[in-house]
């Protein structure tokens, strides 16, 4: 057996791709570890795995070129692995941004917002409905003011 694999991917350690569903050797190319975010086991080859999505179940692959990016350019700890698919990623992702620009915008659009930035406010929170977060209820009822905002100002036009 070789020293965490450096000679054979086969040998690498299990835990490198914990939660895979499987693993495809023959994708193997080598790594450079001296670019890798370590302390005691690096990863000598990057291989392509597939995954199982956190979120959604659905299987994707992460491949030997994205890991080549994660751990050598992007620095990421080489124990870490996606948790989540690239669709679902995108997502979050996109939840996150238009949770910031609720979070931004909401006392003073509520306040002192003009019609226009009510309908966008109102809009946003739809997106956030439609990407299937929980959302809390204060987003809940800033929804509703804004509804019962939006039609007051529309009847006196």
Same mark, same amino acid.
């Given at each position: ?5 450096r ?7 299990a ?28 990863r ?24 080549? &990016?994660?751990?050598?350019? $992007? ?7 996606? *948790?989540?698919?690239? !669709?679902? #990623? @995108? ?32 809009? &946003?929170?739809?997106?956030? $409905? ?7 209820? *204060?987003?809940?009822? !800033?929804? #509703? @003011? ?12």
């Amino acid at each position: 057996m070789s020293d965490f694999g450096r000679d054979n991917p086969r040998e690498m350690p299990a835990h490198l791709f914990a939660g895979s569903v499987r693993l495809d050797y023959a994708t193997a190319v080598r790594a450079d570890p001296a670019r890798q975010n370590c302390s005691i086991c690096p990863r000598y080859w990057y291989l392509d795995a597939t995954f199982s999505c956190a979120r959604c179940a659905a299987e994707f692959q992460f491949t030997a070129s994205e890991q080549r &990016v994660w751990y050598e350019q $992007y620095r990421f700890w080489i124990d870490s692995v996606p *948790r989540q698919c690239p !669709a679902c #990623r @995108r997502d979050m992702r996109q939840m996150k941004a238009l949770r910031q620009e609720y979070d931004e915008r909401v006392l003073d659009v509520l306040e002192h917002g003009s019609l226009d930035s009510k309908k966008q406010l109102a809009s &946003v929170i739809d997106q956030l $409905y439609e990407l299937g977060n929980e959302l809390p209820g *204060r987003i809940h009822e !800033a929804r #509703r @003011r804004l509804a019962i905002q939006i039609a007051r100002e529309e009847q006196s036009r």
